[in-house]
Structure formats: structure tokens, C-alpha cells
């Protein structure tokens, strides 16, 4: 009975083969065999595809892959493929592209159907043997695109992406079964995505963790390398290693990967590709700015590194490209870069004689009189000269203010403290405040409070330590200020319970055993406030002394 079993089978497998014309016998050979996984290696599922371009283009259906992290690709003969990137995907007709790297790509012939006529969905052979099936009705959406319902015997939703062909051996569509509804949608209409730079953050393909290519467009290429930021960093290294590939020219990729190296620690390779991007690109002043500009920033401390920064970045290296970069192609952020590395080497008049001439050219900057005041004050320029260019740089900020014009408010309100001017100092550091609405530290906080003190605005003063209290809520020096400042608003107790807080934060801080004396003897604890003023004076404060005198 077994061996009757078997040799039906064999003869069925005959019969289909014989019954399959030659043109379809030759489409499995374009066919792919997608597995994906999720980022702990769990297998999600096993999807067919399709080529549909020499250049490794194919196509699937898109649901198998929402929520991959990555994809394993085969080939009709079984041999590994590499999966590239997505080309797009819609999950309305459910349809993706994407591309993968193969040693031999045999892309399919796009085609159509008329109701009524046969066709075949062809899987890799992995997953089974092709099916016959007939066209039901041809329809059409946006347009020029088909839709076809199908009948299609013995298929399964596990073909679904899997290739429809006519008897030309053409595709007309991916498969797709849901239910007892089967259909294939034009192939056409997956082969017309097209990625832009915005691809990047679509969030169709978002929901796939896998890596978005980029245009073929320069500008989009350029937006898209921006934005590939927020994915994952490996696929965001291989996005920028496309982007050197295809425009070797541009400056963008080899600044990206720059970055990318530094932030890994590689700051060798991160040199290696600043003097690659002054040899390959077009724009040779551009190229020697950003050169100039990351040196720069790392040896001021703008731009953190691991490790030591390579031996040939100084100032002086600096200095030099940036002057290359405006022989080339002289340009105000050139010259302006070309001033802040002068300042930065301590050669204040002459990079105040360069600021001077960028505050007459366009555009005016505030960042500009800033660096002036700066300037100014190095070279020990009075009050009043330096307090007129910080009034000048917020004078050129553009109206209404935004967050850009903070820190000129800071500085002109630090710059109204140094010269005893304490409430016009108040509204600079307000308005500052606000503009960095939940992004300030509590050192801040501590810097305004000591400002507001030398004011005699002793209110604000403690609303302002405490917030810093909170903001640090283990930096004991807080603590001890507020202890402080409520004794001289006569609020011995609450003086008293800052304190102790800080004695629970370091039992060794002299200052918290002096403070919580002092607030004990105005409670009428008097012993115990002795004994904590002496323990304080033994611990080393140097205050506790006098306090002592006073009580005796």
C-alpha cells in the first residue's frame, strides 16, 4: 500500500511537471527565499520574493516583515545572499522592495493577465512546487496598476509574496490568500517605489528594524544620510559607507563617518577620513573647514573623544586648513572659524581685529559681538566696553526672541552682575531660564542663587538653591548653602533639617555639623548646638570658633 503511495506521488510531481509549460520551469530561478529574525536571533518566519532587477532589486510581501531586525536570503540553488536595504514598502497592498547582494541575479520580466487566462505561482522550490491557478477578474487601482482575484487549488497563506506568472513566463504579481480570497498585485506597483530622503523616517518601514537605502538623488542622498542618524548604528554605518560609494565627491559622507569614528574611539580612522574627504571631494574649501572645525572643537573641548586626539591636531593644524578652506572659497563661517581659532590660541587683539571686521560684514551675527566682549575682557577692557557689545549682540538677535538668543541674554545678565547691576541681571537670567525651560542643571540654579544674594533678593535666592537641591539631590554643598540661607531668613528649623541632610549625605562635612549648631542654638537647644559647633571646629571648619565665642 506504501509503495502504491508512492509512486502516486511521483506520478502526480510527473504530471505537474509535464503539465507546466517551459517558460514557468525557468521562474523559479529567480526566486529568493527570505528568512527573518528578531534582534535575539528568534526565526519569525520563511518568506518567498522575487528578483525583479540585474541590480539585486526584488520583491516580497511586506507584513513578514514588520518587526525583523534582520533577514537571511537565499537563492533558487540554496546559496546565501546578502540582504541590503529597503527600497520601499506599502502595507496597504502589501508590498515591499528592497535589494540584496548576489553573485547571480536572473530578474523576471514584468507582464499582465486577462480574466480567464492561467497562471502559476511560483515559489522557491524550498518552499514547495509551483501551483496552477486561473485569473478570476482583472481590475485596476491608481490607475495603470492591476489587481488580480484568483483561483488558485491547493495554495497557502505560507506563498503569500511568492510569484504569480502568465504563461509567458512574465510576473503579473505577488501572491497574496487571506481566508478563501486569493489575489496577486502588480509587481509594477512594488518596482515603482521610489526611496527620498524622508524614506528615512517613514513609518512603514520604520516598523521593519532594517536598514533604508538612499536615493539616487545628491540632495535627497544628503537628507536621508541625516536622518539615518536615528537608526540602528550598524545600519547608519552602512548608509554612510553607500553614501561615500555613490557620491565620492560630497563632503557629507566622510564628515559623517568622521563623527562615527570618534564616537567609537577610532580617532585615527576618524583622521584618516578628514584627509580622504580634502583629497576626493569637489569643494576643496568645504572640505578643509570641516578638517579645521573638528580639530578645533575637540581641542577646546565642544566635541568630546575617546582616547587622545591624533598627535598632528593643534591650533595651529586648525588654523592652517581653515585658511586653505578660504583661499579656496573665501566665506564669512571660514573667516569666523579662522577667529575662533586665533582666540582659542590666546592671541586676543588679533582675533579681535578679525571679529571687527566679520560685526561689518553680512550676516550679523550676535555670536559675533559676543566673541568681541570676549575679546574685550582678555585684553582688560573696562566694564562698560565690554557690556556695550553684549548689548549689541542681543540687539542683533532676530525677533521675537527664540532659544538661540539665550545665551546672549546669559552672558549680558553675568556681565550686569560683575558691574553690581543685580535686578537687570535678574530679568537676562529669567529670560534665559525660560528659553531652557527643564534642560538646566542645578549649577546653574547654584550661580543664579549666589547672584541673587549679593542683590539682597534673598527670596528668590532660596527658591533657587533649592531647586538645585533637587535637580542634586546628593551634591551636599546645596544643602548646606539652603541650610545657611534659611538661617538668614530666620528659619531655624528648616536651617536645621538642611543640616542633617547634609551630615546623612557625608557625616564628614564640617559645615553641616556648624549650620545645624547654629540653627539649634536659636531653638533653644543650646548644649546640643554647642557640641555640634565643636565638633564642627574639630573636623577642621574654620568659623566654628568664632560662633563658639559668641555663645560663651
Known sequence: MRKNSLIGCLLLWASMAMAQPAAEKNVV???????TYTADGTQRGVVPAVFIGSDGVAVSAWKPFEGTDSVGVKDYSGAACAFQALLGADDIYDLTKFSVSAAKVQPLSLGKAAAGEEVWVVPPKQLGAPVKGKVKVADHFNTSYNYYQLYVGGASEKLNGAAV???????????????????????AYARDFVVTGLSQNNPVMR????RIALPESEREAVVALLLSNSQKPSDHAATIREFIRKFPHLTDGYYAMTMLALGKGDNAEADRMLQESVAQASKKGEAHFNYANVIYLVLTGQQSIQGDAPATWTLDKALSEVQQANAADPQFIYQHLMAQIIYAQAHYADALTLFESLARMEPRLPETYLEMAQCKEQLGADNAEVLALLEKSVEVCDTPYTATSAPYFYARGLQYAKMGEYR?????????????????GADFYYQREQIELQGKLYQQALGDILTACRLAPEEVEYHAEAGSLYLRVNRPQDAAE????CIKINPDYADGYLIL???????DQKADGIANIEKAKAMGNTQADSFLKKLK
Request: glycine share 8%; hydrophobic share 40%.
Open 165 to 187: 506568472v502568465n504563461l509567458k513566463g512574465e510576473l503579473i504579481g505577488l501572491f497574496s490568500q487571506s481566508g478563501k480570497q486569493q489575489s496577486a498585485t502588480d509587481a
Open 498 to 501: 538642611a543640616a542633617k541632610y
Open 207 to 210: 516598523r521593519a528594524r532594517l
Open 517 to 523: 549648631g547654629i540653627a539649634q542654638t536659636q531653638l
Open 29 to 35: 530561478n529567480s526566486t529568493l527565499t527570505l528568512t
Open 424 to 440: 537687570k541681571a535678574m530679568v537676562d537670567l529669567l529670560r534665559y531660564e525660560y528659553f531652557n525651560q527643564g534642560r538646566l
